[in-house]
């Protein structure tokens, strides 16, 4: 479903990777392994057409990413390092704004429940800790009904059991032919991953 | 686990009501910009002669100037915060057009800034003796200028946003911009105040905003989808 040829991406005349090539199929998890500072984070926001390659283009279901563009984005759902919380309102009303509707306030509130948030999910977000924000971040997931997610360091912050909630919600995600293309630095404990090294595109 | 159809047109109007909410959580930063220009106000009197006909004389000007500053203080926030958490990424690969969270940000900008400002400023044209007559064409100008002023100044934040702090580089930027707007947003006045027909400055100053509000928005999207790259 989303297929990357050649795409090479440089900051400030230096090369940060190059010749990047993959592929990546319904209901497959793609695992972006790599050291800090090879592009891992980079790579992810051209898959969102957030940024364009030097080189190379990005398409889906064989067509360019940036040539139908909402078509695409209604089809991802990317949650990077920022978390785009706003800290002055609940982790409720965060999440019915994203969701666009205060009208399936419900939905949001049981899906807070499912990722252990309903204790806190009426208090301002700056009350919260980095782990419970990471929370409230990926109940996202819960929300969406995109084919593709992007997740960026889904586990950076998260307990033992927020891991293991989001590779149950990966877990069905894919089995519902749904595709994941992740970065992560630990292992998962889900079958079927594909992992690719970065450090082989880098220079 | 919900099988829900989240609606995924996000448009003028959520974006609208969530600045608002936004707002009412941060309730002394938005205010700032109205006590700024009272403030501003309240010092002329005090400064200058305590003579009422050399006040009502630079009135306009003062009016206006004070405005232009306000909003000027208050329009780096419009995407700024939006750029650090997050937020402005997220609305940039939610599928829609980008043209209608932006006008509704820039709407919801003009009412916490540019509407308070109008419907305050008969305290300010009386702390500085402004003529009665010149009351309703101030009030006018205001609304139309104010809103002028947020829509242009959404386009020079959108500019200078992924530059971290922009710092300077926005006022230098905006004040030939706002130029017009001070120029006839003071004859307004400054006709009415002395009996002449003040609706030429005034429909001038409709045709800046009827410009800015079908070029500023589609700039700013199109702006921040170019410059938010890194």
Known sequence: MLQAEDLMFERNGCTIFSGVNFHLNEGELLLLQGINGCGKSTLLRILTSLMRPHQGFVNSYGENIHTNRYEYLRNITFIGHQLALKSALSPLDNLCWAASSSKERQYVFQAMDEMGLSAVSRLPCYRLSAGQLKRVALTRLFLSNAKLWLLDEPFAALDFSGVSIIEKLIERHLSQNGSVLMTSHQDLSLLNIRKIDMSIWCR | ?230
């Open chain 2, 1 to 230: 686990m919900c099988s829900v159809k989240i609606r995924r047109d996000i448009g003028f109007y959520v974006y609208f009501r969530r600045e608002l909410a936004l707002a009412r959580s941060a309730f002394g930063a938005t205010t700032a910009p109205v006590l700024f220009m009272f403030m501003g106000v309240s010092l002329i009197p005090l400064a200058l002669s305590s003579d009422t006909a050399s006040q009502s004389s630079i009135a306009p000007g003062f009016v206006w100037i004070m405005v232009l500053l306000a909003s000027l203080m208050s329009i780096e926030r419009i995407f700024t915060f939006d750029y650090d958490d997050g937020s402005l990424e997220q609305m940039l690969i939610s599928p829609q057009l980008l043209v209608q969270p932006i006008f509704g940000k820039v709407a919801a900008h003009w009412v916490l800034t540019g509407l308070p400002m109008s419907l305050s400023s008969p305290m300010m044209a009386l702390v500085l003796s402004l003529p009665a007559e010149g009351y309703l064409p101030m009030m006018l100008s205001i609304i139309i200028g104010s809103a002028y002023l947020s829509l242009v100044g959404s386009v020079c934040a959108s500019l200078t946003v992924s530059l971290g702090r922009g710092g300077f580089l926005l006022p230098i930027t905006l004040i030939p911009l706002y130029m017009p707007i001070i120029i006839f947003g003071s004859a307004t006045i400054d006709f009415a105040v002395n009996s002449m027909d003040w609706s030429f400055p005034l429909a001038v100053m409709g045709f800046l905003l009827c410009l800015a509000i079908a070029i500023c928005p589609i700039a700013v999207a199109a702006i921040l989808r170019s410059t938010l790259l890194f």
